[in-house]
């Protein structure tokens, strides 16, 4: 998040472009991301028990 403000902060004319991806793209993936990675860990205990 510090790098887009700092991004931001360099390109004043991308500063909302910027911010709104980056927020948007840490939100989804915090929501994705422990999904996947529980679905991943389950898996590779399911493969390993064969």
Known sequence: MIMALVAANQFPEYRQTLLS??????IFF?????????????????????
């Open 21 to 26: 991806v980056v927020i948007s793209t840490t």
């Open 30 to 50: 915090e929501i994705i991301g422990p999904t996947f990675t529980r679905k991943t860990i389950r898996a590779a205990q399911h493969a390993e028990g064969d």
